[in-house]
DNA sequence: GTTATTTTGTGACATTCGTCACAGCCGGAT
DNA sequence: ATCCGGCTGTGACGAATGTCACAAAATAAC
């Protein structure tokens, strides 16, 4: 847990009361190398939160995977669309490696939220992070082509390109496997 | 404010108290054609409700102007990272039409929420909705090429492609003027 | 240590896409 | 009516990227 507590106060916070009442929220959990957190069509009820490994987030394109994030450690994973809306999830959550993670069940979160403030701004201050990061990351697409894509990610998150596989890496840059190779090639 | 109403009541709705904390943070503006409601290298200390007209995020590309989002009646306009993280916003946000908002004045804001969670979950939800239309948008990068891009903006957002000029909407898209005006010509 | 399996690199070739140039069209301003 | 500016379409051509095939390298499994 102590990487949680780390976490959460990097964001807020939280008071002796909030943690006691975050508690019937949480539930600690290992994922073995391959298993899912999240199927495609399920309806997501769950935050988690990585404390040891890394997953992925991959779109089903008729038999072929195409990664659309990836989650490391003190990150949370989740689909915000399905969370959100309670609609099926479109795509799928799946441990690279042997995962620990933190379980914030949504209903009892929900809970929690409506009896402590701190836990609601809490969980608006998660999905400001959230957000945050897929605004970068569409932008990117738009704003970069495919050389530039590549450099950015080396620059500004280059513990991905040290953990992931190029294999993985190149749908979640929008390109096919043998473009990424030749543009790491030319330098 | 009818607009705003009928928004907020979509996402969870305020009791009249709610709404009498609210008012010190918001403020109608109107803005002409092409004004700015931020620029580039400002921070962004607001939210924009759009409640008539529509207005435009670009980022600008050593002089090239790349669109990166639109936002029409009944959203919330912002930089979700300057707004969330209180940094210069690496876009503008400019008005395409003559535009009516709601201004929420973060500081106001913020005092509001603290006395209300009512409102702390509006906040919430409001960035719940932000970070699912994101994570769509980011999405369609990677499963989509071009051509199923434009049909995808066609089935679900026909609205964009009714009131936003070819030459606006392709950097939206990710790809040259004329290769979406080939895509359309092809049927 | 040897054998599978996965990952990465590379060549050949087709396709897509971007860039430049220019023409036609439309709407607003005078 | 005329002019002007912005928007859209189109041709030509080169650059970038995808696809298929296969080999080399690295990693995992036994």
């Known amino acids: 847990m102590h990487a949680l507590s780390t976490f959460i106060d990097?964001?807020?916070g939280l008071s002796?009361?909030?943690?006691e009442l975050l508690q019937p929220a949480l539930s600690e959990l290992a994922y073995k190398k391959n298993d899912y957190l999240l199927k495609t069509g399920q309806v997501c009820d769950a935050l988690f939160f990585i404390s040891r490994g890394y997953c992925r987030a991959f779109y089903d394109k008729d038999g072929q995977e195409i990664n659309?994030?990836?989650?490391?450690?003190n990150e949370i994973a989740t689909s915000?669309?399905?969370?959100?809306?309670?609609?099926?999830?479109v795509f799928s959550i799946?441990?690279?490696?042997?995962?620990?993670?933190?379980?914030?069940?949504?209903?009892?979160?929900?809970?929690?939220?409506?009896?402590?403030t701190e836990i609601e701004t809490l969980g608006r201050k998660c999905l400001q992070r959230i957000a945050a990061k897929q605004e970068k990351h569409a932008a990117m697409f738009k704003?970069?082509?495919?050389?530039?894509?590549?450099?950015?990610?080396?620059?500004?998150?280059?513990?991905?390109?040290?953990?992931?596989?190029?294999?993985?890496?190149?749908?979640?840059?929008?390109?096919?496997?043998?473009?990424?190779?030749?543009?790491?090639?030319?330098?």
């Open 10 to 12: 990097g964001l807020s």
């Open 143 to 187: 704003i970069m082509n495919a050389t530039e894509r590549y450099a950015y990610m080396t620059a500004h998150f280059p513990e991905i390109l040290q953990r992931v596989s190029l294999t993985q890496l190149s749908s979640y840059l929008g390109l096919a496997r043998e473009t990424l190779s030749r543009i790491r090639a030319k330098r």
């Open 94 to 116: 799946q441990a690279c490696e042997n995962l620990s993670v933190v379980r914030f069940d949504k209903r009892r979160l929900f809970e929690a939220a409506a009896q402590s």
């Open 68 to 73: 659309t994030d990836f989650f490391f450690e």
């Open 80 to 89: 915000i669309n399905s969370f959100g809306q309670g609609v099926p999830s």
């Open 16 to 19: 002796a009361r909030g943690w």
